[in-house]
């Protein structure tokens, strides 16, 4: 997939709709899994901010 623009909401707008749909239609199916997978990205993303964070500091 080849990522067109110039700034990072120009890439977010042309990568977010997926996940967006996917997890509409998760909540429509089995709304208790959706909020365990977004719980679930939610965690995968704190521990990547942790380890951004961690990794400029230890600069």
């Not at 997939?1 to 967006?20: C, E, F, I």
Request: overall charge positive; hydrophobic content about 50%; proline content about 5%.
């Amino acid at each position: 997939m080849a990522l067109h623009g110039k700034s990072v909401a120009d890439r977010a707008d042309q990568v977010l709709p997926a996940p967006t749909a996917a997890m509409a239609l998760l909540n429509q199916r089995d709304p208790a899994e959706a909020d365990n997978f977004r719980n679930t990205v939610l965690v995968a993303l704190d521990a990547v901010g942790t380890a951004a964070r961690n990794s400029r500091l230890a600069r």
